[in-house]
């Protein structure tokens, strides 16, 4: 085969991401000589505000297994970013954030829409440059990628000034194969693993919490091994959410803040992690919401860490150690320990209580007045195949879609903004994942005050024909910021829409649209949603006071303020 003639900094930009395995780009456009050049296999994805496109590729990432990337013009193209790079910093997603920069004449001096990039992004990615030089720009973009997918994942970011991409000459790099994670594995000390199977083996009440990182390494396969060996109850956090098919006889739930009250199928896996005398943590940075604020499970209790980032053992819980990648790890453990025939008297109970909650929830009586949103979760659980995909914004709806949805296989199919939690996720989450897996029927729930970070990416959705199915919970308020002003304060301030028709808005923006304010109207309209061929929005009237069994409602209410 010739070898390509690539005579700038464009091109080989180009050439190298396409060397990598890179086909969409998500952003406005730019940097412009990218654009110009950029090969044809590689899709470019226009969006309607920088950060939106930062989601779609980071939702990308998640269900392809391969690096997202994102484009942005310098300045307020570039602090857009902000926000959606914090959210895939803090859930070690890999992306790869190109941005336009100024003229290396004009730095500091003041030029329109000059910043210091790369110090702008310096906390929420694992590396980034500036790069000046064409010959080097392919070489810098090997690197990035490098970086993104090895060790624990996360964003990096690019910048370039136009010089940069429309000269020449540029020098070759020798790119072997697609980027993707984990890029290497590791392997745990063998003494670490032989000390953890002592502990497993002596303990009465083990469990296992997966993280996040479970799914970083797909080690699906390790984790349902381990957990038949030993007959051990599997709990996730809310990033490790699908780590274990959620209908196997071992899954115990999603822990933490989220699926703290006690209506929640997640109370009883947090009941039976504060009640375990073993708890093995694997892939998970012991954050405060998978926490519940570092009470489940508590302090004192013994842990046995597994994680890829050695920074995050002993972070917050004393701990035996093992650094390494899950899958490894997990494979190193069931290799050593000794089988176990039957599940304990106390797993035995885990499952009953978990059984009989299920029951309770699939016949809960919707009745013919207004619509209970765990109506949604539970139709939901009828129609998703093994391979299809929900995406959640922020607040009410992860709450209620990480406790009630129960996916029938293991894989990342859950997708919410957990790591740093902001509002609008949902909508160009669902469109970047649909992207990644366009044979999956995906799925958004979001609420009314997160679609209206985002509303136009439905007209995204449309420009591209990307068949998603958005269902907006439509209580007129924001919802948690009412309920926790109210809970706090005993009274609330502005926290109430105007009412909004968004399937009248879905149908303006070239979406189809239906309105549903009625359990059967609901029940018809999701089951409708299947085999779409255009973007449809269903917009559902939700009672104001409906909320998830959160931990922040735990407590006894403020006495109102007047």
Request: charge should be negative; glycine fraction near 8%; charged fraction near 20%.
């Amino acid at each position: 085969m010739a070898t390509k003639n690539i005579k700038t900094g464009a091109e080989a930009v180009s050439d190298a991401l396409v060397k990598l395995g890179v086909t969409h780009i998500f952003g406005m456009d730019t940097p412009e000589p990218l654009y110009v050049d950029l090969d044809p296999s590689i899709r470019p994805i226009t969006i309607h505000d920088e950060r939106a496109g930062a989601v779609m590729a980071d939702a990308f990432a998640r269900v392809s297994g391969r690096v997202g990337v994102c484009g942005a013009i310098r300045g307020p193209g570039a602090t857009n970013l902000v926000s959606g790079l914090a959210e895939a910093y803090s859930t070690s997603t890999p992306v790869l954030a190109l941005v336009n920069d100024v003229a290396t004449p004009n730095l500091d001096r003041n030029p329109i829409q000059g910043i210091d990039h790369i110090r702008l992004f310096e906390q929420m990615t694992k590396w980034g440059r500036r790069v000046d030089a064409p010959e080097r720009t392919a070489e810098y973009v090997a690197h990035a990628m490098r970086v993104a997918t090895t060790g624990r994942p996360g964003p990096v970011v690019l910048s370039f000034p136009d010089s940069a991409l429309v000269n020449g000459p540029v020098n070759p790099v020798e790119i072997l194969e697609p980027s993707t994670y984990p890029r290497v594995r590791m392997a745990a000390d063998p003494e670490s693993i032989a000390a953890a199977a002592k502990q497993i083996e002596a303990a009465e009440r083990p469990i296992v919490i997966a993280g996040g990182g479970l799914h970083l390494s797909q080690g699906y396969a390790e984790l349902q091994a381990l957990a038949e060996r030993r007959q051990l109850p599997i709990a996730t956090t809310p990033l490790g959410k699908g780590a274990i098919a959620e209908v196997h006889p071992l899954a115990a739930g999603v822990v933490g803040a989220y699926t703290a009250g006690q209506d929640a199928r997640g109370w009883i896996a947090n009941q039976a992690v504060r009640e375990a005398d073993l708890v093995v943590l694997v892939g998970t940075k012991t954050d405060s919401i998978a926490t519940n604020d570092w009470t489940i499970p508590s302090r004192g209790q013994r842990i046995i860490h597994i994680d890829i980032d050695p920074v995050e053992l002993g972070r917050t819980y004393a701990a035996l150690e093992i650094a390494a990648d899950a899958k490894l790890a997990l494979g190193q453990l069931c290799g050593t320990l000794a089988p176990r025939a039957e599940p304990s008297a106390w797993t035995s109970e885990l499952q009953a209580k978990i059984a009989a909650w299920q029951a309770d929830f699939e016949n809960f009586e919707t009745g013919d007045g207004e619509i209970d949103p765990r109506q949604i979760y539970r139709t939901l659980n009828e129609l998703l195949g093994e391979d299809d995909i929900v995406a959640t914004d922020a607040s009410y709806s992860s709450a209620w879609g990480m406790d009630l949805l129960r996916y029938k296989t293991a894989g990342r199919k859950f997708l919410a903004p957990r790591g740093f939690a902001g509002l609008g996720w949902g909508v160009p989450a669902a469109i970047g994942a649909k992207f990644a897996k366009p044979d999956s029927a995906v799925y958004c729930v979001t609420g009314d005050g997160g679609f209206g970070y985002v509303a136009m990416e439905m007209e995204t959705a449309a420009r591209y024909n990307v068949p998603i199915c958005v269902i907006v919970l439509n209580n007129g308020i924001l919802g948690f910021q009412q309920h926790y002003e109210m809970h706090r304060f005993g009274k609330t301030m502005e926290t109430t829409f105007t009412p909004v028709n968004y399937a009248d808005l879905a149908r303006t923006l070239n979406c189809d649209g239906v309105r549903v304010s009625t359990p059967a109207e609901l029940e018809t309209a999701l089951r409708k949603s299947q085999n779409l061929t255009r973007p449809l929005l269903i917009d559902v009237v939700v009672p104001p006071a409906e909320k998830p069994p959160i931990a922040t409602f735990a407590s006894a209410p403020a006495e109102a303020r007047h």
